[in-house]
C-alpha cells in the first residue's frame, strides 16, 4: 500500500532530550515535507525536501533540523526540544510535477 | 503574514444542502490551489485542486472556484452528506515558473464542516 509513515504517533518528551521523529514513503517521491499543526494556526511547512541532500526551510524551521540522506526517508530532529513545540507533526510527500501531497497519519508531541 | 486565509473557522449545514467554504489569498505568483480535508486523528487527505489558468473544476459532489481578480477561491460541496464533517483546508502552491517557490505548501488556517442531519 502506498502511504507515508511516521513513527512514533504519540511522544511524551522532557526539555532538552534531542529526539527524532522518523518518516518514510513507499512511493518513489522526490519531495518531502514536515507540517505542524497548532490550534488556530493551521497547517505551517517546517522543513521540504525536493530531493536527496537538498533540504529547504519552511515557515517554522527554527529548533528543528532535518535531512534526506535517501530518497524514501526525512527525518525531524529536536536537538533541544521546549515547550512551545508541543505539537502536531505531519510528514508528507509528492512526486515532482504533482500538485498535492500525500500526508502521514500524524505524530502528537508533548514536551514538558 | 498569512499568505492564505480562511475567515470562517467553522460552517454548519443540513444534509443534502449546499456547503460553500471560503479562501482568500494574497499572493499572485501562486499557480495551484487544493482543498484538503481532514478527519480527527488523520493526516490530511486531498480532495481537489485548481490551476491558476482555471477558473471551476468539478469532482463528483466537490466543486472548486477561482475568482484570480478577487484573489478568492471557494468549495462547494453539493448534496452535502453527515460523513463531510471534517476540517477543510484550502492550500496553495507554486511551480517554480514566475518566481514562485516550488516545494512550498501554504495552508490556511482551516474550517471546520459540520453537517447535520
Known amino acids: 500500500e502506498a502511504q507515508v509513515t511516521q513513527n512514533p504517533r504519540y511522544l511524551i518528551t522532557v526539555t532538552g532530550k534531542k529526539l527524532t521523529v522518523t518518516c518514510s514513503q513507499n512511493m518513489n517521491h522526490e519531495y518531502m515535507s514536515w507540517y505542524r499543526q497548532d490550534p488556530g494556526l493551521g497547517l505551517r511547512q517546517i522543513y521540504y525536501s525536493m530531493n536527496v541532500e537538498v533540504t529547504d526551510k519552511g515557515d517554522v524551521p527554527e529548533g528543528y533540523k532535518v535531512s534526506r540522506k535517501e530518497k524514501r526517508n526525512f527525518p525531524l530532529i529536536l536537538e533541544s526540544p521546549s515547550p512551545n513545540q508541543t505539537s502536531l507533526y505531519f510528514c508528507a510527500s509528492r512526486l515532482q510535477g504533482a500538485v498535492g501531497y500525500t500526508f502521514g497519519s500524524g505524530t502528537r508531541l508533548t514536551v514538558v | 503574514d498569512q499568505q492564505v486565509k480562511q475567515n470562517s473557522p467553522s460552517l454548519s449545514v443540513q444534509e443534502g444542502r449546499i456547503s460553500i467554504l471560503n479562501c482568500d489569498y494574497t499572493?499572485?505568483?501562486?499557480?495551484?490551489f487544493l482543498w484538503y480535508k481532514k478527519y480527527p486523528a488523520e493526516g490530511p487527505t486531498f480532495l481537489i485542486s485548481?490551476?491558476?489558468?482555471?477558473d471551476k473544476n468539478e469532482d463528483g459532489r466537490f466543486t472548486v472556484f477561482l475568482n484570480k481578480s478577487a484573489k478568492h477561491l471557494s468549495l462547494h460541496i453539493v448534496p452535502s452528506q453527515p460523513g463531510d464533517s471534517a476540517v477543510y483546508f484550502c492550500a496553495a502552491s507554486g511551480s517554480g515558473n514566475r518566481g514562485s517557490t516550488l516545494g512550498r505548501l501554504y495552508f490556511g488556517r482551516g474550517t471546520q464542516l459540520t453537517v447535520w442531519p
Open positions: 499572493n499572485s505568483m501562486f499557480d495551484y
Open positions: 485548481i490551476s491558476s489558468i482555471k
